[in-house]
C-alpha cells in the first residue's frame, strides 16, 4: 500500500484486516435434541477475536473489516472484542462491517433481517457497512438499497461474481459484473465497491472502471429515534400527540416474580413450557419479551442464559427483542451475551454509587443494548415526584457526557409504586409517577419512561376487573404524560381499552389513581367487594349475576354451532372436525331446504370443499388438515349414500353429482408403494374430481380397461422403484396403442422431470406432464380440464420436454467414462491391504440367519428419524427451522406440524397398545469373498462350496479427482488375497398387520388416519433397519462393540459400516435381491415377499447387504456403458436385453 501510495499519492491505498466470521455460530445449537444447546461460548468467541484484532493491528492494517457475517451475535462479539482492545490500545482505527444475506429472503443465516442486523451493530459506530458475498450483484441490490436508506454512515458492497455453477465456481466475467453492479452508483447507493467469491483483478478493474463516472452516495441523517431488534426491527417512533398508540407492550409473563406458572416451568426444569408462554406472549401482542429469573429457587445465571438461547432458537418469539432483567448485573450479562438482536437491560442504578453505575453502563453499551435505569440513588427508592425527576436528571448526564450513552437507549423506571393501601402516604404516588414522567421527559431530551404496571394494583390481587381496571386507566393518563412502554401482561391491555372500561368501575378506579378524594380507596374497597372476581373490566358482573348485554359471549369455540346447518357443516369441513358431520348433514337431509341427497353434496358440502381447495391452492392450509377435511366430506357422503341409491331405485336417475373431471389413479405393476398416490387422490377428491382409484400392481390392461370403463378424463401414475419407470413407459406405449387422446400425470419418488421428457413424452402424443406433489396436482388437473387452456398449455410442456431431451443427449455425447478395465485400475491401484490391522475383517458372533420375530415397537420409537413424516405430508420448514423438531418453530408450518406430530403420537400409542402392527426381522452372515466385482458366499468356513453370488456395479463416468472407482465388492477381502472375510444381510418389516389396519380406515372413509398408518409404519420400518444394524455393529458382528451415538449421529451415518439396498445407488439392480430372499428364506422365516417388479410386500419393509469394513462407504455408482451391461448380463447369466431392462435407469446411452 505504501509503495503504490507514493506512485501516486492522489490515490492513496489501505490495507484492511479481515476479521471473519469464524467456523461457530453462538446463536444456532449444533444438536437438535437440544436447542439451547451451543457450541462454545460468547466469552470464547471474544477471546479468539481479540487475538486476531491484536495480531492485525500489529501487523499494520489501516482498517478493520469484520465480514461475512451470518450470525449477528458473533459480529457482536467481534464488535466487543475490538472496542476492549481500543480501549486497551489507546487508539482507534476505522472498522467496516459487513453482513451477509444467504437467500433472496434477506435474513443472514441467523435468521435477521438486514434493517434488524443494522440496528444490533450501529452502537458500534462502524465508518461504513454493508455487504458481501453469497449473492451475485443482480440479487444483492433491494438489500444494499434497504441498508443505505437506514444507515447514516458510509455504505459499502462486494458481491460474488455471480452465482455459483454446478460444481462451486464463477462464470461470470468482469464486465459483466460491472454491468450488473451498475445499478449501485446509478441509484446512489454506495460509497465503495468490490469484489467477493469469483473475483479477480480483472473484476476489480472493470469495476473502478464503471464506478469512475459516478458520485459517491452521500450521506445522511436519519430519523433520531429508539431502534431495537430481534430477527425483525422494531424501530419505536413515539406518538407524541397519543403515546397510548405506540405503546410497546413490554411482555410480563417471563418474569418468575409475575408469573407463578413460569416460575414453576423454570424450577422444574420444563423449559419447553416457558418457551411456549414466551410464544404465547407474542401472539397476544407483546411487542418485547421481558425475562427475569430473579428467585431464590434459581440458578439466575444458568436459567437466563439457558432459556434465551433456548428462545433464540424460536424464530416466533426470536422476531420481537427481549429486555433481559435482573437485579444481578452478572445474570444480565449473561442473557446479553446470548441474543443477537438489540436488547433491553433492565437495569441499573444509581445505588451503588457512581463508579459502579459508570462501569456497569459502558459494558452495556459495549454489549450494544438499550438500558434501563431506575429511579434509586445512595439514598434509597424515589417516591416523590421531586425524587423522581432528581435521580433520573443526575442518571441522565452520567450517561450521556461521560459514556457517550445515545439518549435514545436511555429508558427510565421511575418507579410504578402500589396505591389504594389505605396508608395516606401511598395515596399520590399515581400522580407522583404521571407528573415525574412529564418533566423527566421534558429535562432529558430523547430519553423514554417505562415501568411496571402491575405494581400498581397490588393491593387488588385477585379481583380481575378492579386490576385491569387500574392498569387501563392508568396507562391511558400515564401515556398522556409520556410514557413510552410498560411490563404489562400483553393480552389484557390489549383488550381491556380505556373507553371500554365499566364507567361505575372506572369512576371508582380513577378517584384512587387520581387521588380525587380522601376516601377513595375505602369506597373502591367497598364497590370491588360486590363484583365477581373473574369478570372482565369490560363485561363487569356483579356477584351471582350472568352478566349485562357487554358480556362477552362464552364458548366461543362451539360459537359456529349456532349457525345455520349449512354453514356449520362449511365450517366443519374447513376445520375437519367430523364430530357432529353425520348429524348436520341429516339434518339438511330432513328439514326440507334440500330437495335430495345430491342437493347437498353440490350445495354445503361442496361449498366447504371449494374453500378448502382455495385455501390449500392458496398455501393457506396444508396437506394435514386438506385430508381431515376429506375424512369429513367422506364421512358424510358416505351417510347420503343409502339415500341416494334409493332415489336412484325409485326414479331411475344416476344419483351423480356433478365434478371437475373423472381422474383415474394407479400404482403400476410391480410396485406396492401407495402413500403419495393416495395422498393426491384424497387432495384432487377435495378439488371436486371423481377420483378413480383403482389400487397397487396394476398390469397395464387393468389400467386401459379401467380408462375406458369410467370414461377418465385424466390418468395417473405412481410408481416408487426404478423398474416402475419401465413400467410406466409400456403404459404410455399402450396408451398410445389404443389410440387414447387423456392427459397422462407421472408422479412418484423415482420419478422426474427429466425421466418424463426422455422417455414418456416421446412415447405417448396425447400429452405427459410430471407432478412433483400432491399440491402440484390440482392446479395442473385443472388446467387440463379447460379445454380453453389445455392445448397451450400441452404446447408449452411439449416444448420443454423437447429442449430437456436435446441438453440429455447432448449431455450423454459430452459425459466421458472410462471403460470398465481402466475403472478396475483405477480401484486396483488404491485396493485396501485387508491383512493390515486397520483393515483385518472381524469375524461374526454367528453364521447364518436369525429371525427377530414381534419385536416390541417400543424398541425402536427412539430410533425414529420424523424428518420423512413431515415430507410425506408436505411440510417442510424454511431456515433455520428445516427438519425436525426444528419444524415447530416455523413460522408457516409449525403450528401444524406440531399438530400432526402429537397426532402420531397417539396413534403410535394406539398401534402398541392393541398390538396392531407386528416387527419381523431377519439378520445373516455368510463367509465370503470377492472375486473381480462379485462377492462369492461360501457355505460354511471351509470356503469349498460356493451357494451364492452377489454381483456388484461399478463406476465408469469419469470423475474430476483422483480416486479409485468403487464397487461394493471393493470392500470385501479378495478371494486370492487368503483373508477370509464376511458378507452381511438383512430384511426389516413394520407392516404386518398394516392391510387390515388401513382397511378399517378406509370402510370408515376416514383418509387421514389410513395415510398417518401408512406413513408411520415405514418410519417404524426405517427405524427397526437402524436399530437392527446398532445391535449387528455392537453385538451380532460386534465390529465396533464400544461404539456410543445418540440416535443424531446414528441419522447421520457416523458410524463404522454400511448397509447399502438394492436398487439403490450404491447398487442400483434391484434384482440381487433374490439372491438375498432364497439365501435367508425371507418369506418363509418373516412373511415378507418380492413382486415380479422386487417391490417387497409389505411396503413398509427395508432390505439391504451389511458390509463392516473401516473402508466400507456409501457411493453413487451413476450411469455405465455398454461394456459393462454386457459383462454384468454375463456375469448374471442374464441375457443382454434383460440387463438393459433391469438397468435402463442407470444407462449412459439410449438401448
Not at 407483546?286 to 438461547?309: K, P, Q, Y
Not at 418533566?439 to 387488588?460: Q, T, W, Y
Not at 385455501?615 to 369429513?632: C, D, E, H, T
Request: proline share 4%; aromatic share 8%; charged share 25%.
Amino acid at each position: 500500500c505504501v509503495e503504490f501510495t507514493k506512485k501516486t499519492p492522489a490515490k492513496p491505498r489501505f490495507a484492511a484486516g479481515a476479521v471473519g466470521p469464524t467456523n461457530k455460530t453462538l446463536s444456532v445449537s449444533p444438536s437438535v435434541e437440544n436447542p439451547a444447546f451451543r457450541g462454545c461460548t460468547y466469552d470464547e468467541i471474544v477471546e479468539a477475536y481479540y487475538e486476531q484484532v491484536e495480531a492485525l493491528i500489529d501487523g499494520g492494517v489501516d482498517v478493520l473489516l469484520v465480514e461475512t457475517i451470518f450470525d449477528t451475535l458473533n459480529a457482536k462479539a467481534a464488535m466487543f472484542a475490538i472496542d476492549m482492545y481500543f480501549e486497551k490500545w489507546g487508539q482507534k482505527i476505522p472498522v467496516f462491517v459487513s453482513g451477509t444475506i444467504v437467500d433472496n429472503s434477506g435474513r443472514t443465516l441467523s435468521g435477521q433481517t438486514n434493517e434488524a442486523f443494522w440496528n444490533s451493530m450501529s452502537h458500534s459506530k462502524p465508518i461504513a457497512i454493508g455487504l458481501n458475498c453469497a449473492l451475485g450483484a443482480k440479487d444483492m441490490v433491494p438489500y444494499i438499497e434497504n441498508l443505505s436508506r437506514v444507515a447514516d454512515c458510509w455504505v459499502f458492497c462486494y458481491p460474488n461474481a455471480g452465482l455459483p455453477n454446478a460444481m462451486g465456481g464463477y462464470d461470470q466475467k468482469g464486465a459483466e459484473m460491472a454491468e450488473d453492479c451498475r445499478v449501485f452508483p446509478e441509484k446512489g447507493l454506495i460509497n465503495a465497491i468490490g469484489g467477493c467469491c469469483g473475483t479477480t483483478d480483472e473484476h476489480i478493474k472493470c469495476l473502478a472502471d464503471m464506478v469512475a463516472t459516478f458520485k459517491p452516495r452521500e450521506r445522511h441523517d436519519v430519523p433520531d429515534i429508539m431502534r431495537l431488534s430481534g430477527l425483525q426491527p422494531l424501530n419505536y417512533e413515539p406518538n407524541e400527540k397519543d403515546y397510548r398508540k405506540t405503546f410497546i407492550n413490554l411482555g410480563e409473563r417471563c418474569n418468575v416474580a409475575g408469573s407463578t406458572i413460569f416460575k414453576k416451568a423454570i424450577v422444574d426444569g420444563n423449559y419447553e413450557k416457558a418457551l411456549a408462554i414466551a410464544l404465547k406472549q407474542v401472539e397476544n401482542g407483546a411487542h418485547v419479551i421481558d425475562v427475569n429469573m430473579d428467585d431464590g429457587l434459581i440458578d439466575g445465571e444458568s436459567a437466563m442464559t439457558r432459556f434465551v438461547n433456548l428462545m433464540v432458537s424460536e424464530p416466533d418469539v426470536a422476531k420481537v427483542p427481549f429486555m433481559i432483567d435482573s437485579s444481578k448485573f452478572h445474570v444480565v450479562e449473561a442473557g446479553l451475551k446470548c441474543s443477537q438482536g438489540k436488547c433491553i437491560m433492565n437495569s441499573i442504578s444509581l445505588k451503588g454509587g457512581e463508579q459502579e453505575f459508570l462501569n456497569q453502563a459502558k459494558i452495556i453499551k459495549r454489549h450494544g443494548a438499550a438500558v434501563v435505569v431506575m429511579a434509586f440513588d445512595e439514598e434509597g427508592q424515589a417516591a416523590t415526584e421531586a425524587e423522581k425527576v432528581r435521580i433520573c436528571c443526575r442518571a441522565y448526564k452520567l450517561l450521556v457526557e461521560k459514556v457517550g450513552f445515545n439518549p435514545q437507549d436511555i429508558i427510565f423506571d421511575p418507579n410504578i409504586l402500589t396505591i389504594g393501601t389505605g396508608m395516606e402516604e401511598h395515596n399520590n404516588y399515581g400522580v407522583d409517577f404521571i407528573n415525574a414522567t412529564r418533566e423527566i421527559k421534558r429535562l432529558c431530551p430523547g430519553c423514554k419512561i417505562s415501568g411496571g404496571v402491575s405494581n400498581l394494583a397490588f393491593s387488588f390481587r385477585g379481583n380481575e376487573p378492579v386490576r385491569r381496571a387500574f392498569h387501563s386507566a392508568f396507562l391511558y393518563h400515564a401515556c398522556k404524560a409520556g410514557m413510552d412502554m410498560g411490563i404489562v401482561n400483553a393480552a389484557q391491555v390489549e383488550e381491556d381499552v380505556y373507553e371500554k372500561i365499566d364507567k361505575e368501575l372506572l369512576e371508582y378506579v380513577e378517584d384512587v389513581l387520581l387521588n380525587r378524594c380522601t376516601n377513595a380507596t375505602e369506597r373502591m374497597l367497598e364497590f370491588a367487594a360486590t363484583l365477581d372476581p373473574k369478570s372482565k373490566p369490560t363485561a363487569l358482573r356483579k356477584k351471582g349475576a350472568e352478566g349485562g348485554a357487554g358480556a362477552a359471549k362464552k364458548d366461543d369455540a362451539k360459537a359456529w354451532r349456532d349457525q345455520s346447518v349449512g354453514k356449520r357443516l362449511e365450517h366443519a369441513l374447513v376445520k375437519g372436525i367430523d364430530e357432529f358431520c353425520i348429524a348436520d348433514t341429516e339434518e339438511c337431509r330432513t328439514n326440507g331446504d334440500y330437495k335430495s341427497p345430491l342437493e347437498i353434496i353440490e350445495g354445503p358440502l361442496m361449498d366447504g370443499m371449494n374453500v378448502v381447495g382455495d385455501l390449500f391452492g392458496a398455501g393457506k392450509m396444508f396437506l394435514p388438515q386438506v385430508i381431515k377435511s376429506a375424512r369429513v366430506m367422506k364421512k358424510s357422503v358416505g351417510h347420503l349414500i343409502p339415500f341416494m341409491e334409493e332415489e336412484k331405485r325409485l326414479n331411475g336417475g344416476d344419483g351423480e353429482a356433478s365434478n371437475a373431471g373423472v381422474f383415474l389413479i394407479a400404482t403400476v405393476k410391480g410396485d406396492v408403494h401407495d402413500i403419495g398416490k393416495n395422498i393426491v387422490a384424497v387432495v384432487l377428491g377435495c378439488n371436486n374430481f371423481k377420483v378413480i382409484d383403482i389400487g397397487v400392481m396394476c398390469p397395464k390392461d387393468k389400467i386401459i380397461d379401467a380408462l375406458k370403463e369410467h370414461n377418465a378424463d385424466i390418468c395417473g401414475l405412481s410408481g416408487l422403484i426404478t423398474p416402475s419407470l419401465d413400467e410406466m413407459v409400456d403404459m404410455a406405449k399402450a396408451m398410445e396403442a389404443e389410440g387414447m387422446k387423456i392427459p397422462l400425470l407421472i408422479g412418484g419418488a423415482t420419478t422426474s422431470k427429466m425421466h418424463t421428457a426422455v422417455k414418456l413424452a416421446p412415447n405417448y402424443s396425447g400429452g405427459v406432464v410430471h407432478v412433483l406433489d400432491a399440491s402440484r396436482a390440482v392446479p395442473v388437473a385443472q388446467t387440463l380440464m379447460d379445454q380453453n387452456k389445455r392445448g397451450e398449455y400441452l404446447d408449452d410442456i411439449n416444448e420443454t420436454y423437447a429442449e430437456m431431451r436435446e441438453e440429455f443427449y447432448a449431455g450423454l455425447e459430452d459425459r466421458k467414462y472410462l471403460t470398465l478395465g481402466q475403472a478396475r485400475e483405477t480401484a486396483a491401484k488404491c485396493a485396501v491391504d485387508f491383512k493390515s490391522p486397520e483393515h483385518t475383517p472381524v469375524t461374526p458372533q454367528f453364521t447364518g440367519v436369525k429371525a427377530l420375530v414381534d419385536v416390541p415397537i417400543a424398541d425402536v420409537i427412539d430410533y425414529i428419524d420424523w424428518n420423512p413424516f413431515f415430507q410425506v405430508w408436505q411440510l417442510r420448514g424454511r431456515y433455520p427451522n428445516r427438519g425436525y423438531p426444528k419444524i415447530f418453530n416455523d413460522e408457516t408450518v409449525g403450528a401444524e406440524a406440531k399438530k400432526l406430530y402429537e397426532e402420531a403420537q397417539r396413534m403410535l400409542k394406539s398401534i402398541m397398545d392393541n398390538k396392531r402392527l407386528k416387527l419381523n426381522g431377519i439378520i445373516g452372515f455368510y463367509p465370503a469373498n470377492s472375486v473381480g466385482d462379485d462377492i462369492e458366499v461360501y457355505a460354511d468356513e471351509s470356503r469349498t462350496t460356493k451357494t451364492h453370488t452377489f454381483h456388484t456395479l461399478r463406476q465408469q463416468a469419469e470423475k474430476d479427482v483422483d480416486e479409485p472407482y468403487m464397487a461394493l465388492s471393493d470392500f470385501i477381502a479378495p478371494k486370492d488375497s487368503g483373508v477370509k472375510d464376511y458378507l452381511g444381510m438383512f430384511v426389516a418389516t413394520a407392516g404386518i398387520g398394516l392391510h387390515e389396519l388401513t382397511a378399517e380406515f378406509k370402510a370408515a372413509n376416514d383418509d387421514y388416519s389410513y395415510i398417518m398408518a401408512e406413513a408411520l409404519a415405514d418410519r417404524l420400518a426405517e427405524a427397526f433397519a437402524e436399530l437392527m444394524h446398532e445391535k449387528v455393529r455392537k453385538e451380532h458382528w460386534g465390529y465396533a462393540k464400544d461404539e456410543k451415538f445418540n440416535c443424531e449421529d446414528l441419522l447421520k451415518v457416523k458410524y463404522q459400516g454400511i448397509r447399502p439396498a438394492p436398487g439403490y445407488p450404491s447398487q442400483p439392480d434391484h434384482t440381487e435381491k433374490a439372491t438375498m430372499w432364497d439365501l435367508m428364506k425371507v418369506q418363509e422365516e418373516i412373511g415378507v415377499e418380492l413382486t415380479e417388479s422386487f417391490a417387497m410386500l409389505p411396503s413398509a419393509s427395508v432390505s439391504g447387504l451389511y458390509f463392516a469394513g473401516k473402508c466400507s462407504q456409501y457411493f453413487n455408482v451413476g450411469k455405465i456403458t455398454s461394456d459393462q451391461v454386457k459383462e454384468y448380463a454375463d456375469r448374471k447369466g442374464q441375457d443382454f436385453k434383460t440387463a438393459e431392462k433391469w438397468l435402463s435407469p442407470i444407462l449412459s446411452y439410449e438401448p
